[in-house]
């Protein structure tokens, strides 16, 4: 009902959003603490408080309407509705960040984004699936800060991440910009490993014609051993599962019939007289293993294979980290253990991550689960940072002296790489750490030569097609500016699709072979060199009765 319009409306329609809280009356929670009770006993479900009228459920329209309070004592003779708990205002992904209302709002933004691309446990059955692409955690942790969102929706069970030491503190210059320092000791321990899994697909095609597709055996050398580039083929012509694949290694030796398309034979089968090789080839500068191989029927009774190849990755230069307060960095420098600063437990941070993160962020949440991750691995408990609740910074800092800790969480550190201590107290506790699919290993690229487009004839584009990398109107603008006409010419020609074309000096239209079609010779037909692009332009052009003609300067003078 709208009180101001004076109207009701019934929006039946299917998926409409609903929220419950609990009702109001006169000034005073349906809710009593008998429910409650009868509730813990197993007495009552939440369906009985919806039957009686306890509870009910609001959508988004009837939510203008409402004067909703976060906690009973905030109830008023106005308020329609209570909170069953003010974290639910948070949904599944902003609900698993520890201590939200002490961060910047664009943060907790960050970290929903950042939350959906961690790598760590997807289910149960993770290891007897074949995905088109899967990222495994190997070693995920639980983290030691909790909301009570985690685990209603079982991120506890299935993590996406790992408790790292941190400590905040600037170390060499390779943490500047939001970069991390990571201790190689911890990565050999297996901080940040992951597994990469692709899934491969051969289809076993049945043809019109009675032709089909075969898996032929790996072809072998005069002493009968198996050729190198069909080495991890089984006598089956498929992969063995363990063997190790590398770039140009053929795993599933298919062959095709050279007459598939031939539909002339007629009702009868058509006998195959020749086989082409059409073969599943692993393509990757890094190897990888074959963890399963799968062979099975679609629905129209084609036969397919399906190989996943397994990576396993550990963190390397580059690779995106992130906490969850939306503080993503690369990593940019791998350590010893022996160069890092240890406390006088001995303890070596795990990361080290720059102070000059927290100023202009306002990340506070990130210190106070610092603070209560420290206090409840010294008390061997879990630590809750629920949204508008949670665990309080005072009582954090009494565990912490309690334990013989400093009250700020700071620690007197002492550096590897001298001996001599640090001149001042560092800011060092666990902090739950997610690695990101973002790895560098599938961005990086680099060419010196390569293919080239056909029509263009200019170097191909993209990662995957082996491409060059573009010199863009920005950056052709800042060589203008520089005068640097040499390097203009070497970038935007020579070393992308220079052609070597004729034109005549008389009519300026192109020529071909030192011959000029219009005028009839080719007394005045010079040689140019520009753009194959450009060439192209001036051909389309043409090809829509615009004739644009070259006038040559030099070639006049």
Not at 68 to 96: M, N, Q, R
Not at 132 to 148: A, E, F, G, I, N
Not at 241 to 255: E, P, S
Request: charged share 20%; with cysteine.
């Amino acid at each position: 009902m709208n009180a101001d319009q004076q109207t009701v409306n019934i929006a039946t329609d299917g998926g409409r959003i609903c929220r419950p809280m609990i009702i109001v009356t006169n000034g005073d929670s349906m809710v009593k603490t008998h429910h409650i009770e009868k509730l813990k006993a197993g007495e009552l479900s939440f369906d009985d408080f919806l039957s009686q009228g306890l509870i009910e459920y609001l959508d988004c329209n009837e939510e203008n309407d409402s004067f909703i309070a976060l906690y009973e004592e905030d109830i008023d003779s106005y308020t329609t509705h209570l909170e069953i708990e003010p974290f639910t205002l948070l949904g599944a992904v902003a609900g698993l960040i520890p201590y939200p209302h002490h961060n910047q709002s664009p943060r907790n933004t960050y970290q929903c984004a950042m939350g959906k691309q961690a790598i760590g446990v997807i289910a149960y059955n993770q290891l007897h699936r074949i995905d088109t692409l899967l990222y495994l955690m190997v070693y995920p942790h639980h983290p030691m800060v909790r909301t009570k969102t985690i685990e209603l929706v079982g991120y506890d069970k299935l993590p996406a991440g790992q408790n790292a030491t941190v400590a905040v503190m600037s170390y060499s210059g390779y943490d500047i910009e939001d970069a991390l320092i990571l201790n190689k000791a911890s990565l050999d321990r297996g901080f940040g490993r992951c597994q990469v899994f692709r899934k491969a697909t051969a289809m076993i095609k049945r043809y019109p014609n009675g032709t089909y597709d075969r898996i032929a055996d790996p072809p072998r050398d005069p002493e009968g051993q198996v050729l190198e580039k069909w080495k991890p083929c089984d006598d089956g012509g498929v992969a063995d599962v363990g063997m190790k694949v590398y770039n140009g290694n053929v795993y599933i030796n298919k062959q095709s019939p050279s007459n598939a398309n031939d539909n002339s034979v007629g009702a009868g089968a058509a006998t195959v007289t020749s086989w082409a090789n059409t073969p599943m080839t692993y393509r990757g500068t890094v190897p990888s293993y074959i963890d399963k191989v799968m062979v099975t029927d679609t629905e129209s009774d084609q036969t397919l294979v399906k190989v996943l190849l397994r990576q396993t990755r550990r963190p390397e230069l580059g690779d995106k980290f992130s906490s969850r307060h939306g503080q993503k960095g690369v990593c940019g420098l791998i350590v010893q253990q022996e160069d890092m600063p240890f406390n006088d437990r001995g303890t070596c941070p795990d990361i080290i991550m720059n102070p000059h993160g927290f100023p202009s962020r306002m990340t506070v949440g990130k210190m106070l689960e610092l603070l209560s991750g420290k206090a409840g691995v010294l008390r061997g408990t879990v630590e809750y940072g629920t949204a508008f609740g949670g665990s309080k910074a005072v009582e954090m800092s009494k565990i912490l002296i309690e334990h013989g800790y400093s009250y700020l969480g700071k620690d007197y550190l002492t550096s590897g790489i001298t001996g001599q201590p640090l001149e001042h107290y560092v800011f060092m506790g666990p902090i739950y750490y997610q690695k990101l699919k973002h790895m560098v290993l599938d961005k990086m690229h680099a060419r010196a030569r390569g293919p080239r487009a056909v029509l263009t004839r200019q170097p191909t584009e993209g990662r995957s097609r082996d491409g060059g990398l573009r010199l863009g109107e920005m950056e052709r603008d800042c060589l203008i500016a520089h005068g640097a006409s040499q390097l203009l010419l070497e970038r935007l020609m020579l070393s992308s699709d220079s052609f070597e074309l004729d034109v005549c000096q008389d009519c300026g239209f192109m020529g071909y072979n030192g011959w000029c079609v219009r005028c009839k010779n080719g007394n005045s037909v010079t040689k140019i060199t520009i753009p194959y692009a450009c060439k192209l332009l001036f051909q389309e052009l043409m090809a829509m009765n615009i004739a644009p003609r070259l006038v040559l300067e030099d070639a006049i003078k």
